[in-house]
């Protein structure tokens, strides 16, 4: 496994509510890299989808997921870091990113469904509800041991999960 201090890009995965974005913000600004939103890249017709309850399929995945690979490839070409946040649930998502930039490492935040339901349901203002947690845990495959992984337990505070990442 690869030091994620060291990785041109990481990308911090996991199912809605695990802290994708708040982890990957502070990961960024402590790495001095570019973070990247995955959910600001969501073509509308997906968002509108995830509001109304209807999880993603595959193939409605894809072209976010290539709209993700290519802002990380963008920001490594410049010759910066890239952090990205995006569920990354299964591992033909991970490989498909992977692509994009073959020494990118994934950050797994890893939750149960419990506390994802619980900080889905009281999350203001973003557009998945909480009846799609379940959907993302039938999905997620979780990283294997000989992927580009690290797993962490996203229970733990972004200060407590940093100090362990970056020192």
């Keep these: 496994m690869s030091d994620l201090r060291t990785a041109p890009a990481i990308v911090v995965m996991g199912v809605a509510g695990c802290g994708k974005t708040a982890v990957g913000e502070a990961l960024a ?6 973070f990247i939103e995955g959910d600001r890249l ?3 017709e997906n968002v509108a989808r995830m509001a109304r309850g209807e999880p993603l399929t595959d193939a409605l995945r894809e072209g ?8 990380i490839a963008t920001s490594v070409a410049g010759g ?8 990354a649930l299964k591992r033909a998502y991970r490989d498909r990113l992977s ?3 073959p020494d ?7 939750i149960d469904r419990e506390t994802a339901w619980r900080r889905v349901s009281n999350r203001k203002g973003h557009f998945m509800p909480a ?7 039938a999905t997620l ?19 407590g999960l940093l100090k362990g990442i970056v020192g």
Excluded: N
């Design 64 to 71: 976010w997921l290539d709209a993700i690979g290519e802002c």
């Design 131 to 137: 009846s799609l947690v379940d959907s993302q845990f």
């Design 104 to 110: 990118m490492v994934f950050l797994y935040l890893k």
């Design 42 to 44: 969501h073509p509308p």
């Design 141 to 159: 495959e979780e990283p294997a041991a000989e992927e580009r992984a690290m797993t962490v337990d996203g229970t733990r505070t972004v200060a």
């Design 29 to 34: 600004k402590a790495l001095g890299a570019d």
């Design 80 to 87: 910066r870091k890239a952090v990205a946040a995006c569920s």
């Design 99 to 101: 692509r994009f930039c």
